[in-house]
């Protein structure tokens, strides 16, 4: 579908989504504690732009970002939250909504090590692609993946991704260039 999308039409307020072990909301200064549980390893942070974090007054400014894309209608983070105890986990989200000649979004996501290999991003990414290409009516979404990140390969070809390309050398931060492996989805093709 590659109907004009009105963005100022959404997001009136932050949309809440449900799995069956998670919650999708927003995250707010309440979860900077949580945040820093796993934005400050380096196990999460090995292939971002940004380095681990020390303190919450940097997530806090974070936070404050994260919330201006949302306002702007030009990007959206949940916070995972574990349905059982309360407890924020992870983050995912559309890191970019162009309307422009099309309509398409590159998504983000991390998740606390301790909750690695139980099923919980395939989770919390289904729900989210589903709210993308039926609430969004995205078109098509991206993925831009280290080519050593085995995990969000592997994450990317079970949600059905193709393997699209390379682009090589493509950002430089941390003091090299890195390359993105490009994987995409369309919407005809997740719903098959
Ligand atoms: C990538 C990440 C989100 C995966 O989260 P997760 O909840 O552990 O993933 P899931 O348990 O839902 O796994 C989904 C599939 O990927 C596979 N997988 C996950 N991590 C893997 C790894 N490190 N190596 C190989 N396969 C892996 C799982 O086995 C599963 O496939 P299966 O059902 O066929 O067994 C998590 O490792 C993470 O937060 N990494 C650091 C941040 C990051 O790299 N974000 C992405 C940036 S592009």
Request: net charge positive; glycine share 8%.
């Amino acid at each position: 579908m590659n109907s004009f999308i009105d963005k100022s039409l959404f997001w009136k307020t932050f949309p809440e989504l449900t799995t069956p072990r998670l919650e999708l909301k927003q995250i707010t200064s309440d979860h900077a504690q949580d945040l820093l549980a796993f934005w400050g390893e380096d196990t999460v942070t090995q292939y971002t732009d940004f380095e681990s974090f020390k303190s919450i007054n940097k997530i806090q400014d974070v936070i404050n970002w994260i919330q201006s894309r949302f306002e702007e209608k030009n990007g959206i983070r949940w916070g995972i939250f574990l349905k059982t105890n309360g407890k924020m986990i992870g983050t995912c989200g559309f890191n970019s909504w162009i309307t422009k000649r099309g309509n398409k979004s590159e998504i983000g996501y991390d998740l606390h090590p301790k909750y690695w290999r139980r099923g919980i991003m395939y989770e919390a990414l289904t729900h989210m692609i589903t709210y993308g290409f039926q609430t969004m009516k995205l078109h098509r979404i991206e993925a831009h993946v280290d080519p050593d990140n085995m995990g969000s390969q592997k994450i990317l070809e079970k949600l059905q991704f193709t393997k699209e390309g390379c682009l090589r050398e493509n950002g430089f931060w941390k003091g090299r260039y890195w390359t993105n492996i490009v994987f995409g989805l369309l919407e005809p093709e997740f719903f098959l």
